[in-house]
């Protein structure tokens, strides 16, 4: 009898973030001898980000269970009808529909402190007028971002984020992947970057396994690295 292999982990970090974001999830992975790929996250539109992460997954030789962290979740709500997509697990992240952009889910709910807390800056746009992309205040980073991340952390990850494109905020998703798979949820409790109860409602929409870690910060794969890796973990033996 021939055993299906293990599905591969591919983590997809959010904005404002990049895939040193998964550093200590990782590390649990490969500890339980799960394979891991995390790649860079464009972070320049829903569509396009979306297509690139699945181009990521096609290269990928047997089954994938997709990883999406923030604003990775609406990415691999899109990317993860993919064929060899076997499972979704978000993490402290938005679970688009189809037809729905980040702004119309977050707008159900009261507005996270993030909102009021963002910079702009533009960007050249090859063939179109500049741009705009957005990143978090770097004296607001610590609470809205990583409150449970050590000092001297959040100090480096605020001054290294990836801006997002603002218009990520405005694009509609192409695809809902979690009516066709498996999902699993891990609800951040004290975020400030997105509420909590966007989290919840987005989740229990898709009808995805849910843990919740109360107290748990927007970054908590950075502060909860054996939490999320064990819910990973538990996507990765149902799906395997």
């Known amino acids: ?122 960007y050249p746009a090859e063939g179109a007028k500049p741009a705009v992309e957005v990143t978090i205040r770097a004296e607001a980073f610590p609470d809205i971002f990583a409150a449970d991340v050590p000092a001297a952390t959040t100090r480096v990850l605020a001054v290294a984020q990836r801006p997002l494109a603002a218009s990520a905020f405005t694009e509609t998703a ?14 951040a409790g004290a975020d400030q970057a997105i509420n909590p109860e966007v989290e919840r409602f987005g989740a229990k929409r898709a009808g995805a396994t849910i843990v919740e870690i109360e107290g748990a910060s927007h970054a908590v794969a950075v502060s909860r690295p054996k939490e999320v890796a064990e819910l990973i973990r538990e996507a990765v033996r149902a799906a395997g």
């Open 174 to 187: 192409s695809a809902a992947a979690w009516k066709t798979r498996p999902s699993w949820a891990l609800v």
């Open 1 to 122: 009898m021939t055993t299906n292999p293990t599905p591969t982990a591919v983590l997809v970090h959010g904005a404002f973030a990049d895939a040193a974001s998964w550093t200590g999830v990782i590390a649990e992975l490969q500890n339980h001898d799960i394979p891991v790929v995390a790649p860079p996250n464009p972070l320049r539109g829903l569509a396009s980000d979306a297509a690139y992460i699945a181009s990521v997954v096609a290269r990928i030789d047997g089954p994938v269970v997709l990883v999406g962290h923030s604003y990775g979740g609406a990415v691999i709500s899109v990317a993860g009808t993919a064929d060899n997509v076997v499972g979704l697990v978000y993490v402290a992240a938005y679970v688009t529909e189809e037809g729905e952009s980040l702004g119309e889910l977050q707008g159900r709910f009261p507005l996270s402190p993030l909102v009021d807390n963002l910079n702009e800056a533009t």
